[in-house]
């Protein structure tokens, strides 16, 4: 079994250059340094250094040793400040920014999970721009997002992101709508809809919205949007009253109106991967962030 001292000690060597540096910058001894090198090399069945009378340098079998030792010694730490911040205030607050149609069905969800873990929310509700910029900014802990076709959402690096579902898109139409009697839709059928009034979101940046838009462009065709709201309530609405046609992920399909009839779409570009974002260490991370992820993977299965 790896000693976490082991770690410590080759990490010190690497970032000193020798074993007595190292021993200076843990406020170890000389001697208590090589102890825990000398068993880690024995563990592994390999040297790990390499010491001359110029200092120490790592192996290649020592490079990766760092590698994978930093990733646990980061992993170590932050589950110490996970506890000890729980231990001594109780809870954890997390700031959490979600997308209104997640926060609709979701967010209750995810609330009363966390809690049961100590963990508190600090909720905010924006579209993805926004909230892919707080998690760039580190103001935010994590946020919910989503993400369209082969669209990239520009986060910076540090960033960890985990998939946690494949929201199927459909097309909504209105109930008297002559197409309304097609029980699917392929592109083809898609593109026969390019003379009607479509419904779209109103902020940019909607990777959704950008598929659609292309989808009719690739055709030379401009698609006629009449109406721009990000509210999926209002949009239902606007299209059971027979003003637009739209599309709308499947999430909102269980609060559909009457006079709205959904249809499935036989493209696979035509869905949106959910998507928890959040800043990370080498480690990965945080414990109340992969806990967060957790609660938003059985919300979702909740509404089966």
Request: hydrophobic share 45%.
């Amino acid at each position: 079994m790896i000693d976490l001292r082991q770690l410590q000690a080759l990490s010190a060597v690497a970032a000193e250059g020798s074993v007595a540096r190292a021993a200076a910058r843990l406020g170890w001894s000389q001697p208590t340094v090589d102890y825990h090198l000398r068993n880690l090399d024995r563990l592994v069945g390999s040297d790990l250094t390499i010491r001359s009378t110029r200092g120490s340098r790592l192996t290649t079998a020592g490079m990766l040793m760092l590698e994978r030792g930093e990733e646990i010694l980061s992993l170590a730490d932050r589950a110490l400040t996970d506890v000890r911040e729980l231990a001594q205030l109780g809870r954890i607050r997390l700031r959490f920014g979600t997308f209104p149609t997640a926060a609709a069905r979701l967010l209750p969800g995810i609330s009363m999970r966390v809690a049961e873990l100590g963990i508190e929310l600090d909720a905010s509700l924006e579209e993805i721009a926004p909230l892919i910029t707080g998690v760039n900014q580190h103001t935010l802990d994590a946020a919910l997002v989503y993400a369209a076709g082969s669209y990239e959402l520009p986060f910076r690096a540090g960033v960890h992101t985990t998939h946690l579902f494949t929201d199927p898109m459909l097309l909504a139409l209105p109930a008297h709508h002559p197409a309304a009697r097609s029980e699917r839709f392929d592109r083809e059928s898609l593109l026969a809809l390019s003379s009607e009034k479509w419904v779209m979101g109103s902020t940019p940046g909607d990777t959704l919205d950008d598929l659609v838009r292309e989808l009719f462009r690739a055709e030379g065709t401009q698609l006629d949007v009449a109406i721009r709201t990000d509210d999926y309530s209002v949009v239902l609405g606007l299209i059971a009253a027979g003003m637009a046609v739209g599309i709308v992920p499947s999430l909102v399909g269980a609060t559909a109106p009457d006079g709205v009839v959904l249809r499935p779409i036989d493209d696979a570009r035509f869905t949106r991967e959910l998507i928890l974002a959040a800043p990370a260490g080498p480690g990965g991370p945080s414990a109340a962030v992969r806990q967060l992820a957790e609660a938003v993977r059985r919300s979702i299965a909740a509404l089966d």
